[in-house]
């Protein structure tokens, strides 16, 4: 069965430091996509990135940056020279193309961030 | 603007009572879900409808209901049967298929009195 895994349940930094979200998944399927949404305090939850099974490019956007690598089932997010409005609850999710998963997002525990002023 | 919107942000119910959670969506998305949220636990599917008078149970789908008359209306119905529905209630939508992502409403927080 498909699992994601967010081992650290809260993340506590002072601005301007970098921080890195573990995200580390498991699924039969070699065709499959994985997520990352940001939940602010405002409760909705934010689409920040797509990356499918068959790209393993690492990917930068402005202060963030995503490491995928299928070798250790991972795709990690990591914000860098982190800012107070990065504060909330960040939650990988992953979709698989076969089985009774299809059409459906499986999400982690999700990791709250905190970055102190 | 295209969007999903919850409603009410915050809902009080007394217990016993059945209390109906609102989601509507004007993306032309053919699917839409319902998600729980509790402290420590992320979330966890209710229900979800991949079309129009269909709609599959998720994990946790005991002392709810929905309905799909529309497309772009998901009502969700917190029954009595639902021993601890104190909660944060998410509503998404999506193209139906695999490696779509979600679109969110803002959620309504539920709290029984």
């Known amino acids: 069965a498909q699992k994601v895994t967010q081992a650290q349940t809260e993340i506590s930094v002072v601005e301007k430091e970098d921080v890195t979200l573990d995200c580390v998944y498991e699924?039969?399927?070699?065709?499959?996509?994985l997520f990352w949404y940001k939940q602010p305090p405002s409760g909705e939850l934010v689409f920040l990135i797509r990356?499918?099974?068959?790209?393993?490019q690492n990917e930068i956007s402005g202060r963030y940056s995503w490491n995928f690598q299928k070798s250790t089932s991972s795709f990690n997010f990591t914000i860098t020279a982190s800012q107070v409005v990065d504060s909330a609850v960040y939650f990988c999710a992953l979709s698989e193309i076969g089985g009774t998963s299809y059409g459906k997002l499986t999400f982690g525990q999700g990791t709250i961030l905190t970055v102190h002023p | 603007d295209g969007g999903i919107t919850q409603s009410p942000k915050y809902l009080f119910r007394k217990e016993g009572q059945n209390v109906t959670l609102s989601c509507e969506q004007n993306?032309?998305?053919?699917?839409m879900y319902w998600y729980r949220q509790d402290p420590g636990q992320g979330l966890r599917l209710i229900y979800y409808s991949q079309i129009v008078n269909d709609f599959q149970k998720g994990d946790i789908a005991e002392g709810y209901s929905v309905s799909r008359e529309k497309k772009e209306s998901f009502p969700l119905t917190v029954t009595s049967a639902q021993k601890n529905p104190t909660a944060f209630y998410l509503c998404?939508?999506?193209?139906w298929g695999a490696g779509y992502g979600y679109t969110f409403g803002s959620g309504t927080r539920l709290t029984v009195v």
């Open positions: 993306l032309n998305h053919d699917a």
């Open positions: 998404a939508s999506s193209i």
């Open positions: 699924t039969r399927d070699t065709t499959y996509y």
């Open positions: 990356r499918n099974s068959f790209d393993e």
